[in-house]
Each structure stands twice: as C-alpha cells, then as structure tokens.
C-alpha cells in the first residue's frame, strides 16, 4: 500500500535553477511529513519535519538551499535552490513525532544538475 | 552528540552464510533504532527496528541486537541469499522525531 505520492521520479536542474517538488499524503494516520536527502555517497540526512498546513522552514546545507512548505493535511513541498551537485529528496510520513513511530519513504525525486 | 557510526561499509559474504552489521550511538536519550533497506533505484524500506526495552529481536532471518550500555546495536542476516544484497543503513531516534542515519553498509552476497 503506498502511503505517500511523489512526482516526479527524476528531474535534470540547470544549474543555478530552482526546483519545486511535492509529496501527497495517501494516507491520513501518518500525519508527520517530512523531508531527508540522499547525496551522491548514499548518506540520508534529516531536512524538515512539517505537521501542520501553513508551517514553513528553510535551511541551507552544502550544496542546496531548501524551503518547506506544508501546504495541506496531505500535501507537503520543498523547494530546492542553489543547488550544486545532485540529490534524491524523500517525502517520509509517520503516525506522531514521539518514540519509536515508524517512518516510512516515499520512492523519491532525484534531482541531477545540468 | 547526534552521529551514528556503521561498520562495515562494504561487506561480502558467500550465499548461506551470516553477515553483520554494527552500529554505534552517541545520544543516550536514543529509544528506537530501525534498520532500513534500500536496493538500487529505490527508495529505503523499513525491514525491523528495536526499542529501546527489548535486548534481542527476531523477524524470520534478520536478528537485532541492542545493548544500550555500550551504546551498540546490530543487525544479523542469517542464512544470507543473494536478494539480501544491498544497501542496509541503521538509524536511532533520541529526543527529536528525526531519525540519525549510520552511512550505510553494501552487502553483496554471492552464489
């Protein structure tokens, strides 16, 4: 059963353009949305963990800039900016934020620059 | 401190045998370590997890260990078959929602 939506699969960025990416929530009992990256070494690293519709964060890490957004109960987006060297971006959902909640991936947008 | 530390990174075992994988953790409010799957073109799927009560859990061939003094948790795979080639990663899950990944471990397993 997929539990999150992700489009696309695989997107090519000219560099120095931005990119939007957006997860859809399938399944309402895993509220908690967030965003992890994967860079080019397979090392996952936790980006933003959004609950509510309107909450909003950004952050910049080697390599790309990110702004979050959690537009609806079930709609998540990250925008991804500056990037110089390519990524894959996981929408994750859980069912709460407290102690051993499973989380689970989406199948990911990898992001390559041009 | 928030890192996980994973050994091996690569790893190499004939079909039927055992291979491990250890992990280590530095925050001692950590109470839930899952242990994730990821095969090439995919995306990372949960295949067991431990919290922070229990020594010893076991799903069919995948046995975890955790021993919360030294801070070390494991993973066993029994009986090893060439679908158990990939990318495994631990994680542990302290006081935040967020989960700290170790770097991976690629275990190929040939026939």
């Known amino acids: 059963v997929t539990l999150l939506e992700q489009n696309p699969r695989w997107r090519l960025v000219p560099r120095g353009q931005a990119v939007n990416l957006r997860c859809i929530l399938k399944?309402?009992?895993?509220?908690?949305m967030s965003w992890y990256q994967q860079d080019l070494q397979k090392q996952l690293q936790w980006l933003f963990t959004l609950r509510s519709p309107g909450d909003k964060e950004v952050k910049s890490l080697p390599g790309a800039d990110y702004l979050a957004t959690r537009v609806t109960d079930t709609e998540l987006r990250l925008q991804v900016a500056n990037m110089s060297q390519g990524r894959t971006l996981y929408c994750t959902c859980?069912?709460?934020?407290?102690?051993?909640?499973?989380?689970?991936f989406g199948h990911g947008t990898k992001l390559s620059v041009l | 401190g928030e890192q996980v530390e994973q050994l091996p990174s690569i790893l190499r075992v004939q079909e039927g045998s055992s291979a491990s994988i250890n992990c280590s953790y530095e925050d001692s409010a950590s109470n839930y370590f899952p242990w994730y799957k990821q095969e090439p073109g995919e995306n990372p799927k949960l295949i067991i997890d431990i919290r922070s009560n229990m020594e010893r859990k076991q799903i069919q061939e995948l046995i975890v260990l955790l021993d919360k003094k030294a801070k070390r948790f494991s993973l066993h795979i029994t009986d090893t078959q060439p679908g158990d080639s990939a990318m495994y990663f631990c994680?542990?899950?302290?006081?935040?929602?967020?989960?700290?990944f170790g770097e991976g471990t690629k275990l190929t397993v040939s026939s």
């Open positions: 399944n309402s009992q895993y509220p908690w």
């Open positions: 994680a542990d899950q302290g006081g935040s929602a967020k989960l700290i």
């Open positions: 859980s069912a709460g934020q407290g102690a051993g909640e499973r989380l689970f």
